[in-house]
């Protein structure tokens, strides 16, 4: 990648084969189809995944062989191995991966499907373990690579209505710190992306809920179910300026572990952290009081 002095540059495992290659999970619309769109226009080999190819394929042709379409159902394991290993065939090797592929799911908790949630989890949390395994032993041999989970600003605060969509971000977070602790040695960084309202279909055509409506939480999670709804095509923050960002982060020496994305993730997580630090500071004599008294 000429007149680009990075991190992906200076790695000789990377430039040895030529543009850095990523693999995104999820590219069908949204995030991940606008980080795969940056990508590839800025001179980057990407293998671009979809449920149904047929969602990426204008995108692909326009690309040429620098772009390659491939199936990728992250609750399919054999899907995930067959894409990864065609994508290191074609490619040589994954440089970045992005675990974007992911959805919202709008309940109570106690109003919750279990075969929704778990189908919830499967996605957004099991599958990102799943793509992680197929990818880490290519990165861990060639002791290089950028892994970018897609979680939200939800996976640091949680609401009303959407208690098991957090749970999994939650899940993500946890992960995530420790798969960076674990790989750091080896040359993998690791950069969990946490965006605000992002003017994608995630509040549209992307969000599932269940169809249970308990009357007892009208007032707190269904008024929430109705707020999140509404807010589809109004969000303010920009897929195409995230993906730069993101892109920012990958060509970084030093990624940071988060990366907040939108003015109103930033606000909200300063606003949770104080929150936080009020509870903390409340409760201190009480938390102290549990320790073992020390001999005298």
Sequence with gaps: MKNRTTALDDDPARTSGGTPVWLITG??????????????????????????????????DAHGDRALALRLDVTDAASVAAAVERAEQAFGRIDVLVNNA???????????????????????????????????????ERRSGRIVNISSFGGLAAFAATGHYHATKFALEGLSESLAAEVAPLGIAVTVVEPGGLRTQWAGTSMRQSPTRLQDYEQT?????????????????????????????V?????????????????????????????????????????LERAS
């Design 102 to 140: 992911g959805y919202g799911y709008l309940a109570a908790v106690e109003e919750g499907e279990d075969d929704a949630v778990r189908t919830l989890y499967d996605t957004n949390v099991h599958g990102v373990v799943t793509v992680l395994k197929a990818v880490l032993p290519g990165m861990r």
């Design 27 to 60: 590219c069908s619309g949204g995030l991940g189809r606008a980080l795969a769109r940056h990508a590839l226009e800025r001179g980057d080999r990407v293998a671009v995944t979809a449920r149904d190819t047929a969602d990426v394929t204008a995108l692909v």
């Design 221 to 249: 999670a269904g008024r929430r179910r109705a707020a999140t709804l509404a807010v589809s095509g109004r969000q303010p923050g920009d897929p195409v300026r995230a993906a730069a960002a993101i892109a920012t982060v």
């Design 251 to 291: 060509d970084s020496a030093t990624p940071p572990l988060r990366l907040l994305l939108g003015s109103d993730a930033l606000a909200g997580a300063r606003a949770r952290l104080e929150r936080l630090r009020h509870e903390i500071d409340a409760h201190e004599a009480l938390t102290r009081s549990t320790d």
